[in-house]
């Protein structure tokens, strides 16, 4: 499975940003898909991950409210919508992949960085 990140930007807190996550490949395998971060200095952290075949989401506590995980599996297309930005925000977005046979994500895009200027 390849992973495809995209969307992140330069973005005013407060804003708006969708980042987009393309899979292809053996995505018939796919368990689950989730988006992570890291931030500058940090350790990368879990956001949310949502089932590939039946849609069930779940989020970390930290971001429940602001941030919307969804698919297109038929697009074989996984988002994350982030909204009120905060500076805080600013990190490496990372997607990634679980396969069925996998016990952790298995597969990771190559992430996309997310700036919030205040």
């Known amino acids: 499975v390849q992973l495809q990140a995209s969307g992140g930007g330069l973005v005013q807190a407060g804003g708006s940003l969708t980042l987009s996550c393309a899979a292809s490949?053996?995505?018939?395998?796919?368990?689950?898909m989730g988006w992570f971060r890291q931030a500058p200095g940090k350790e990368r952290t879990f956001i949310a991950r949502i089932d590939w075949s039946g849609g069930s989401t779940y989020y970390a506590d930290s971001v429940k409210g602001r941030f919307t995980i969804s698919r297109d599996a038929a697009k074989n297309l996984v988002y994350l919508q982030i909204n009120a930005l905060k500076p805080e925000d600013t990190a490496v977005y990372y997607c990634a992949a679980q396969s069925t046979r996998a016990f952790a994500y298995n597969y990771w895009g190559q992430g996309t960085l997310v700036t919030v200027s205040s």
């Open positions: 490949g053996r995505t018939f395998n796919i368990y689950h």
